[in-house]
Every structure is written in structure tokens, then in C-alpha cells.
């Protein structure tokens, strides 16, 4: 017997009541996901820096005392990067130049021991993009940008995210931020290289 309530018509409508139903749970539920964190291989990282001395380059290293990264790899506008830099454990090739560097005159890490980056705007893509941020030394904060590039490490397969590389490239002028101790013998420009070993 055919009722009201089961006649193809009435079937089909709820069919289709239900499947509306289904469509709109979907639609209501984010599309995007949030930025992931990763955290830092600070044993593999490396933070290198390039300055001239007497007209010769020069290389030191800097290491990291913490990593904040919130990545969106779909949406790298998204993403967010804070990184402290232990400037009082600065390497700057030779004994001299490492206190030199430190001393009041450049760096002063006895009063400002760290470096800090805060990143304010990221834009491009992953093999290609621009970083924006605030980079504070010696107490004086400017904007810098840098551009980067984002690899997967060697041994993970093509759709692996969670292990990664990013290198930073980018160059600052000392002098802007009161590091401007030495000019005869320093120049003023220094080169940053930065290789960041980063797991999910």
C-alpha cells in the first residue's frame, strides 16, 4: 500500500532535505587548516653571517636559543616565525674578531645578550618568498626582509611536510642599529645564510 509519507515524491524529497542537510555540515566546517608548528633541529642548523674585514669576507655563526614557527604550507601568508639568536655565543672566525664584535662598541652583548626576529609579513611561494619582519639588535628594532626558500629534507618522500629545510637570505646594515664600532676595518653590510633544519 502506498501512503503519503512513501510515495516516490515524498521519498525523494526527503533525499534531497537530506543531502542538503549533509552539504551544509560540510560547508560549516573549516576549509582552511591552521598553521602547523615545527620545531627547530638546532644540531643540524645553521646560522651563518658574512662581513668584510680590510676588504676580505669573513664567516661566523650565531646559534639559536629558541624557534617559534607556525607554518601554513598551503597559505604562507599565513605563517608566523619568532627566532632568538644567542649573540653572546657569536662566533666570528678568529678570537679577536669574536671580542671585538661583542664589545660595546658593535653587538654589546654584555647588554644585550640575544637577537630577535619576529616575522610580520610573508608573501610569494614555498621555493620563492619574502619574509618581512622586525629584527631587534642591540635594543633597536628595524624592519628587514629576507627571502627564503622551503625543501623537503633529503630521504622524505615528494608529499612529506614534516620534515624540512628553509634558507633564509638576506643582508643588514650593522650601522642602523648602533653596531657601528670599527667602520675602517668593517664594513658596514652584513650577509646573512641561514639553513634551518625544521620537524613537525
Known amino acids: 500500500m502506498v501512503t503519503a509519507e512513501n ?18 555540515c560540510i560547508s ?27 676588504g676580505n669576507p669573513r664567516q661566523g655563526r650565531m646559534p639559536v636559543s629558541t624557534a617559534v614557527m607556525d607554518l601554513d604550507l ?14 653572546a655565543q657569536a662566533n666570528a672566525g ?30 610569494g611561494s614555498l621555493r620563492g618568498a619574502k619574509v618581512t619582519g622586525d629584527l631587534t639588535i642591540r635594543g633597536v628594532t628595524r624592519p628587514v626582509t629576507m627571502t627564503a626558500g622551503l625543501y623537503r629534507q633529503q630521504g622524505t618522500e615528494r608529499t612529506d611536510r614534516s620534515r624540512l629545510i628553509v634558507q633564509l637570505l ?5 650601522s642602523a642599529f648602533g653596531a657601528n664600532g670599527f667602520p675602517g676595518f668593517v664594513a658596514d653590510q652584513i650577509d646573512l645564510n641561514i639553513i634551518a633544519y625544521i620537524e613537525k
Open 28 to 54: 560549516a566546517a573549516p576549509v582552511v587548516a591552521a598553521p602547523e608548528s615545527y620545531t627547530l633541529d638546532m644540531d643540524q642548523s645553521v646560522v651563518g653571517f658574512t662581513y668584510q674585514f680590510q
Open 170 to 174: 638576506g643582508s643588514v646594515s650593522r
Open 94 to 123: 678568529a678570537l679577536f674578531m669574536t671580542s671585538t664584535m661583542k664589545g660595546p662598541n658593535v653587538l654589546n652583548t654584555k647588554a644585550h645578550p640575544t637577537i630577535q626576529f619576529t616575522s610580520t609579513k610573508i608573501e
Open 74 to 87: 598551503d597559505n604562507i601568508a599565513r605563517s608566523r616565525v619568532t627566532v632568538t639568536l644567542n649573540a
Open 7 to 24: 510515495t516516490p515524491k515524498t521519498i525523494f524529497m526527503r533525499q534531497l532535505i537530506h543531502l542538503f542537510v549533509l552539504m551544509t
